[in-house]
């Protein structure tokens, strides 16, 4: 009897520390999936932001083109200049500031 309930006690501590250690490999691995899964989410945005940036950057160039191909000498001097101002950048804006003042002071 003492050999039966020996063997019984030592299958049930087996069994337990079995499924502590299942237990803590399971919540390891939840937690990887866990963290695989965001960074795998982040960087699909990351990526999706990137591509949107660039392709918005792409259209800025083909409108710039585009206005750069308008017959806009059939236009009068203020809307002329309107519709370089809408679409110009800031940086091009300062260029030609500059030069429209270096032309009024000659």
Not at 63 to 86: C, G, I, T, Y
């Amino acid at each position: 009897d003492d050999l039966f309930s020996g063997l019984q006690l030592i299958i049930t501590i087996l069994k337990e520390e079995t499924r502590a250690i299942l237990d803590s490999a399971l919540a390891e691995n939840k937690w990887l999936y866990a963290v695989f899964v965001c960074d795998v989410c982040i960087l699909f945005y990351w990526i999706l932001f990137r591509r949107t940036v660039n392709a918005c950057l792409w259209e800025v160039e083909h409108a710039r083109e585009w206005v750069a191909k308008m017959p806009l000498h059939v236009l009068s001097v203020p809307d002329f200049e309107a519709f370089l101002a809408f679409f110009q950048g800031d940086g091009e804006k300062n260029d030609l500031e500059e030069t429209a003042e270096g032309e009024e002071s000659h």
